[in-house]
């Protein structure tokens, strides 16, 4: 092909090529004309208000740009919205969930005192407290089933059955006799007792010789307290009182030291502490006794901590020993009723300790029997004992049963004034007590306190809590 040919053929397809984009601007122009005409004419068509509805265009669908948020993105978005909310309910789901599996655990797990190679027991205990109180017969048949050898000190004859008739036929529960008004008789009979946790005995004839454990001394006075006015309660009361449930406690604790040294035996203060925390009216002795075992247990502990020997102070709620007592009869008044008061005494306060008695009985706070009702299964007061036993690593304090703990923070943190009014006490004025208005009479104040004790009974459940 000669060279004007090809120049020919150049020229014929750059015009072609100018036709067809030509053409296409063409097209594309008279297409957006044609689409915005359109728009408009169909715009005025649908807003113009004199024509017909039917025979307007209906409108299209709207599409929908967000699909629904799943239920998991939805709580995702309400957690990252409330940081701090979630993160308080998360602590508190997982300390609740925590405690809770805590306690089953603590239930379910077995408890049993550490034996001799031979099968025989070899951990020995010491209960100080009187021998007819119910938590002392409870806590005196639990330690010998889970494998202790119990000895619960009395001091006289009558102590010593009462202990025996409660053994039976379990010949691991046995009295120690301990006079601590004789010196020289009380160091017998601890030379004695270290004797014999230090001889070897044999479980029977041709078993191998093993040694006795002194494991703890466990302290547990009287949890039942007499209550009145502080004017109405002689001096022989107070005596009384101090010598059996503080003392007592102390010399027996001040005797033994000794062998809890040698021995590397524990120490376990047992006290109430549902009064002793709210310290209401009326409840004066129970208070000042209690509150000078705190301090004579807070105090031995810190002595014996240098010692590398544990002290342990279980502060006591109300328990329900409807097995060792006949719950339905609770002890009345007794001789602190209000009929045995001075008239002045009874004329000052014998409504508000009547009212005070009524509603902490009909609310299961404390009562005439030592704050035992709408209490706790003594199972948790045992399980505690035998804890702050044998834990390796035992808490100082332990709050055990029902109001123990709650009724410590209320006593701390509520105005005094409140729980007495919470209580029913109410003012008394000494202007109209002193006018010719009616006053209350010896009578009265008799049918007021039956009243009293007939209104507890009746309130308090046969049941546990």
């Known amino acids: 092909m000669s060279s ?74 309400w957690i990252t919205r409330n940081k701090a909310i979630t993160v308080a309910v998360i602590t508190l789901l997982g300390t609740g969930g925590f405690l809770i599996y805590q306690q089953k655990y603590s239930h379910k797990r077995r408890r049993r005192a550490k034996r001799a190679a031979n099968g025989a027991r070899r951990e020995v205990v010491v209960l100080v407290g009187p021998a007819s109180s119910l938590h002392i017969k409870s806590l005196m048949g639990d330690l010998e089933r889970r494998g202790f050898i119990v000895y619960c000190l009395v001091n006289s004859e009558a102590e010593e059955k009462l202990v025996r008739t409660e053994a039976g036929s379990k010949p691991d529960i046995r009295p120690f006799h301990l006079n601590l008004d004789d010196p020289i008789k009380t160091q017998q009979a601890l030379e004695r007792f270290q004797n014999l946790i230090s001889s070897p005995h044999h479980a029977f004839d041709g078993a191998s010789s093993h040694t006795l454990i002194f494991s703890g001394l466990i302290l547990a006075p ?86 590398g020997i544990k002290v ?70 045992h399980n505690a004992v035998f804890d702050a036993l044998t834990e390796k690593r035992p808490r100082g304090v332990w709050r055990v049963g029902r109001g123990s703990l709650a009724y410590d923070i209320v006593g701390k943190w509520v105005p005094s004034g409140l729980v007495g009014w919470v ?28 009243e009293q004790v007939d209104t507890a009974d009746n309130e308090i459940p046969g049941g546990e809590s």
């Not at 601007?25 to 004309?33: G, L």
């Not at 925390?277 to 000078?292: D, M, N, R, W």
């Not at 001075?342 to 009562?367: E, M």
């Open 4 to 77: 004007d040919d090809q120049y020919f053929i150049d020229v014929l397809g750059g015009i072609s090529s100018d036709i067809r984009k030509f053409s296409a601007n063409v097209f594309d122009t008279t297409d957006k004309h044609l689409d915005s005409a359109v728009s408009a004419i169909k715009g005025a068509f649908t807003s113009s208000s004199w024509i017909p509805e039917r025979i307007k265009p209906t409108p299209p669908p709207q599409t929908i740009l967000h699909a629904q948020a799943s239920y998991v993105e939805r709580v995702g978005d």
């Open 222 to 307: 009287d949890l039942v307290y007499p209550s009145g006015p502080i004017e109405t309660l002689a001096a022989e009361i107070w005596s009384e009182e101090l010598n059996t449930k503080l003392i007592t406690a102390i010399a027996t604790a001040r005797a033994f030291l000794p062998s809890v040294c040698e021995f590397q035996a524990r120490v376990l203060v047992l006290t109430p502490n549902v009064v002793s925390s709210l310290q209401p009216a009326f409840h004066g002795l129970e208070s000042t006794i209690v509150s000078a075992l705190d301090s004579f247990a807070t105090t031995l502990r810190r002595e014996l901590h240098t010692l």
């Open 312 to 381: 342990c102070q279980l502060k006591l709620g109300n328990f329900d020993f409807h097995a060792h007592g006949a719950k339905h009869h609770l002890p009345p008044v007794g001789e602190w009723r209000t009929i045995t008061w001075p008239p002045s005494s009874r004329l000052l306060y014998a409504q508000n300790f009547i009212n005070q008695a009524r509603t902490a009985a009909g609310r299961g706070v404390f009562g005439e029997s030592g704050s035992m009702a709408r209490g706790s299964s003594p199972r948790y007061l």
């Open 423 to 450: 209580l029913g006490l109410r003012r008394v004025s000494l202007e109209e007590m002193a006018g010719p208005g009616p006053q209350l009479t010896l009578e009265d104040s008799s049918v007021l306190s039956w």
